[in-house]
C-alpha cells in the first residue's frame, strides 16, 4: 500500500464538490427535522387521543427502522404511487423526517423541563394561552435545546454517505466513483475520512462551547 | 409475483445474517466499550490517550465511512476480510467507541465516598471495580446501552452496500427480481421494528434483573 500524494491532488476538487453537497444536504436536512421535529412534539401532547396516539406510533416506528431501508422505500416505493422525488429531495426528506423522530424528543424534554410553576404563574397572571408559550415558555425551553439539536446537526451530517445508496453525488459517492474507475481505493476513502473528521472535531469544539453557554439538557 | 414463499425465504434468510450481525457486534462493542471505557480513566496518561484518539476518531466519522475503509482499503495493507467480519469489526468498533464514553460516564458517577470506603477496607483495584464500583455503575450503563444496540441494529443495513447478504441487501434482490417494491421493503421495515421492539422489551427485563436489591442503596 502507498499513498500517491499528486493522486490526491487531482481527487480533491472532486471531493470538495461532493463535500459542498454533504453540507448542502445536512442544512436541508436540519431544517426538515427542526421544523417536523417541532410537530411532531405538539402533535404528541395534543390531548386528543387521535392525534397523539397515531403520532406517537410513527414516531415509534420510524426510530426504530433504519434509515437506508426509509430512504429506499422513498426512492423505490413511492414512485409506484405515483410520486416520482428526485434522488436530493428524497434523501432530504428521508434524512429529516428520521432526525424528526429524535428532535421531536428534544423539544419534549425541553418543554418539560419548565417547571410547572411557570405554566401556574402564567395562568395566574391572566396570560392568554399564546402569551404564555411566547413570552413565559420558549424563552426558558429553547436555550437548553440547543446543544441537544446540534449535536443530532452533526449526527446527519454523518449520516449523509447513506445517500450515495441512491444515487446522490455527495462526498462519499464521489469518492466511490473515483476509486472505481481509477481502481485506487485508498486515498479516496482516506480522504473521506479525513475530510469527516476534521469537520466533526471542529463542529464538537462548537458544541462542546454551545453546551457550555446554554448548559445541558438532563433527560 | 407468483412465489411468494421462495422470496420470503430470502428475506427471512437475511433477517438471520442481520441478527447475526447485531449480536456479534454487540458483544465486540461491550467488550470494546469497557475496554476503552477504562482506559480513559485509567492512572496512566499514554492508554488514557490511546482511548480517547480511538474514541474520537470513530464517533466522528459514519459508520458508513468506516466500514467502507475496513473493506476496501485494509486488503490494500494485506488484511483481507470477510465481509460478515469487516460488518462485524465496523459495527463493533463504532458503537464501542460510544459505549465507552457510557462506561465512563456511569463509572465517574458512582459517589467518590464508595472509592474511599473500599480503600479504607483495603480492597485491592480489581476488588474494588469487581464488587462496588460495576455493580452500581452497571444499572446506570443499561438504558444508553439498551438505546445503542438499537443504533447498532439499524446500523446493520448499512453492510448490505459491501454486498453482504443481509435483510435489506435480500430486499433489494427481491426488487430486482420481482419488480415489486412496496411488499419487500414493508416486509423489512415491520421485521427490523420487530427486532428494536425485542431488544428494547429485553433491556427492560435485564434493567429489572440488575437493579433488583438496589433499592436500599439509592
Known amino acids: 500500500m502507498e499513498w500517491d500524494w499528486a493522486f490526491v491532488a487531482v481527487i480533491t476538487p472532486t471531493l470538495l464538490a461532493g463535500l459542498k453537497l454533504t453540507l448542502l444536504i445536512t442544512l436541508l436536512s436540519a431544517i426538515v427535522a427542526a421544523v417536523l421535529g417541532l410537530a411532531f412534539a405538539i402533535a404528541r401532547r395534543s390531548s386528543n387521543r387521535f392525534i397523539s396516539r397515531p403520532v406517537g406510533a410513527m414516531v415509534q416506528f420510524v426510530r426504530g427502522t433504519p434509515l ?48 410547572k410553576g411557570q405554566w401556574e404563574a402564567a395562568r395566574a397572571a391572566n396570560l392568554t394561552m399564546r402569551q404564555t408559550w411566547v413570552h413565559v415558555i420558549i424563552p426558558q425551553a429553547v436555550p437548553p435545546m440547543i446543544p441537544a439539536l446540534a ?11 447513506l445517500l450515495s445508496a441512491i444515487t446522490v453525488l455527495e462526498l462519499m459517492n464521489q469518492a466511490k466513483s473515483v476509486a472505481n474507475s481509477s481502481y485506487r481505493y485508498v486515498e479516496p476513502m482516506t480522504m473521506v475520512g479525513v475530510l469527516f473528521l476534521m469537520i466533526s472535531l471542529v463542529s464538537v469544539v462548537m458544541l462542546r462551547w454551545l453546551e457550555h453557554r446554554f448548559g445541558r439538557l438532563e433527560k | 409475483m407468483g412465489d411468494w414463499s421462495g422470496y420470503l425465504t430470502l428475506i427471512l434468510q437475511g433477517a ?14 461491550l467488550v470494546v466499550a469497557f475496554v476503552a471505557g477504562l482506559g480513559r480513566i485509567a492512572p496512566f496518561a499514554p492508554l488514557r490517550w490511546v482511548a480517547s484518539v480511538y474514541i474520537e476518531f470513530f ?10 475503509w475496513v473493506y476496501f ?26 459505549g465507552a464514553e457510557v462506561v465512563r460516564g456511569a463509572i465517574l458517577s458512582v459517589p467518590k465516598d464508595q472509592y474511599e470506603a473500599s480503600i479504607a477496607v483495603n480492597l485491592t483495584r480489581f476488588q474494588r471495580m469487581r464488587h462496588v464500583i460495576l455493580p452500581q455503575a452497571l444499572p446506570l450503563m443499561l438504558p444508553t446501552f439498551g438505546n445503542n444496540a438499537i443504533e447498532l441494529l439499524k446500523a446493520t443495513a448499512v453492510v448490505s452496500l459491501i454486498s453482504l447478504s443481509d435483510m435489506t441487501f435480500q430486499a433489494q434482490v427481491v426488487r430486482a427480481q420481482t419488480g415489486s417494491t412496496m411488499i419487500p421493503f414493508a416486509t423489512i421495515l415491520l421485521l427490523y421494528f420487530a427486532m428494536a421492539t425485542a431488544i428494547a422489551a429485553g433491556m ?9 436489591g438496589l433499592d436500599g442503596v439509592r
Do not use: W
Request: some cysteine.
Open chain 1, 68 to 115: 437506508l431501508v426509509q430512504l429506499y422505500f422513498i426512492f423505490y416505493v413511492l414512485p409506484d404511487a405515483g410520486i416520482l422525488l428526485p434522488p436530493l429531495l428524497a434523501g432530504v426528506i428521508g434524512m429529516g423526517l428520521h432526525y424528526a423522530t429524535y428532535t421531536a424528543e428534544v423539544y419534549r424534554a425541553g418543554i418539560e423541563t419548565v417547571p
Open chain 1, 151 to 161: 449535536n443530532y446537526l452533526i449526527a446527519m451530517f454523518k449520516e449523509t454517505p
Open chain 2, 16 to 29: 438471520l445474517v442481520t441478527v447475526q450481525l447485531t449480536v456479534l457486534g454487540c458483544a465486540m462493542a
Open chain 2, 59 to 68: 464517533r466522528g466519522t459514519s459508520i458508513f465511512v468506516q466500514l467502507f
Open chain 2, 73 to 98: 482499503v485494509l486488503p490494500f495493507a494485506g488484511v483481507t476480510l470477510s465481509p460478515l467480519m469487516a460488518g462485524v469489526l465496523a459495527l463493533g468498533l463504532n458503537m464501542g467507541a460510544y
Open chain 2, 204 to 212: 427492560r427485563a435485564l434493567e429489572n434483573r440488575v437493579t433488583r
